[in-house]
């Protein structure tokens, strides 16, 4: 199976930032990568595909890059309603193996 | 819109079985790829199982193998997981979720919660 290993675990953040969350996988996985915010007690929502493309409905702020085994999701300028837990999971291979996921609080 | 709505979660002993449903809208169904995802309490998504849009092809993780599948109605627009030989540490919110043209997961359902407990 792909590991997939997201850093860092937890992250605070204030209002108006900008942060950046890393998700490496064990084994090349070209740009089949997924990034999912999840916030307490709702289910995952998909946001980027295919490692930089934004789900429809996702604001711009968002933003993914990477290739091969490295990969960035970036959020700017945030904003409260965007501190959550984030996934990374990659769809190269079964199974489709999710990161442990970042828990971005507020400073 | 789409919409995936789970169902058939419950209290359920060791060893026992349960059949989660999940009823889909809003698309055409059996055009679509699906999955199942599980979240234990407090922790991270676990990926448990796949199925084609036929449902011709399947895919289970190594610990669910032998004990879950996955399976569709494509009549009824509705997804099924049929879990037997339930562990503790299969207790966990179970999300269905639709796979996108791309072969991502683009849609979740609300998720279902499994407890097993004597």
């Known amino acids: 199976d792909i590991q997939m290993t997201q850093s860092p675990s937890s992250l605070s953040a204030s209002v108006g930032d900008r942060v950046t969350i890393t998700c490496r996988a064990s084994q090349g996985i070209s740009n089949y990568l997924a990034w999912f915010q999840q916030k307490p007690g709702k289910a995952p929502k998909s946001l980027i595909y295919a490692t930089s493309s934004l789900q429809s409905g996702v604001p711009s702020k968002f933003s993914g890059s990477g290739s091969g085994t490295d990969f960035t999701l970036t959020i700017s300028s945030l904003q409260p309603e965007d501190f959550a837990t984030y996934y990374c999971q990659q769809y190269n291979s079964y199974p489709y193996t999710f990161g442990q996921g970042t828990k971005l609080e507020i400073k | 819109e789409v919409q995936l709505v789970e169902s058939g979660g419950g209290l359920v002993q060791p060893g026992g079985s349960l059949r989660l449903s999940c009823a889909a809208s809003?698309?055409?169904?059996?055009?679509?790829?699906m999955h199942w995802v599980r979240q234990a309490p407090g922790e991270g998504l676990e990926y448990v199982s796949a199925?084609?849009?036929?449902?011709?092809?399947?895919y289970h993780t190594n610990s669910v193998k032998g004990r879950f599948t996955i399976s569709r109605d494509n009549s009824k627009n509705t997804l099924f997981l049929q879990m037997g030989s339930l562990r503790g540490e299969d207790m966990a919110v179970y999300y269905c979720?639709?796979?996108?043209?791309?072969?991502?997961?683009?849609?979740w359902g609300q998720g279902i919660l499994v407890t097993v407990s004597s």
């Open positions: 199925i084609s849009s036929n449902g011709g092809s399947t």
């Open positions: 979720a639709r796979e996108g043209r791309g072969n991502w997961i683009d849609y």
């Open positions: 809003g698309f055409i169904f059996s055009n679509y790829a």
